[in-house]
């Protein structure tokens, strides 16, 4: 098992930059692959992105491609999600998750389904003011 704790959000303005941290403990980090979510108020949890168990792979949902970047430091037992250009509509709670298995599944379905992932952290606000 592993747990998770995410860090780093806060209020942010438009056009800035925040990165998130997510803290893993309890087991070899290395042999989960990672996702970052998100959820804005009535809304449905949302993918973000995901790495691999070793950093060498990433995937990352449409909206944010180019402006987000998913990175790792298994040394550290940590992943982290710099996020560029910020923009309103990237406010939300957002929650790293994990599941054993440090390959990246081959179907998109799979990577971003919330069901796939079996460790989540409590969240981290991130809340960009127009």
């Known amino acids: 098992q592993v747990q998770l704790v995410e860090s780093g959000g806060g209020l942010v303005a438009t056009g800035d930059s925040l990165t998130l941290s997510c803290a893993a403990s309890?087991?070899?980090?290395?042999?989960?692959?990672t996702a970052w979510f998100r959820q804005a108020p009535g809304k449905e949890r949302e993918f973000v992105g995901i790495?691999?168990?070793?950093?060498?792979?990433?995937f990352y949902a449409g909206s944010v491609k180019g402006r987000f970047t998913a990175s790792r430091d298994n040394a550290k037992n940590s992943v982290y999600l710099r996020m560029n250009s910020l923009k309103p509509e990237d406010t939300a709670t957002y929650y790293c998750?994990?599941?054993?298995?440090?390959?990246?599944?081959?179907?998109?379905?799979?990577?971003?389904?919330?069901?796939?992932?079996?460790?989540w952290g409590q969240g981290t606000q991130v809340t960009v003011a127009s």
């Open positions: 998750a994990a599941v054993l298995g440090a390959v990246l599944p081959p179907s998109a379905r799979s990577r971003s389904n919330p069901t796939s992932y079996h460790y």
């Open positions: 309890g087991s070899t980090f290395s042999n989960y692959r």
């Open positions: 790495i691999s168990g070793s950093g060498a792979a990433t």
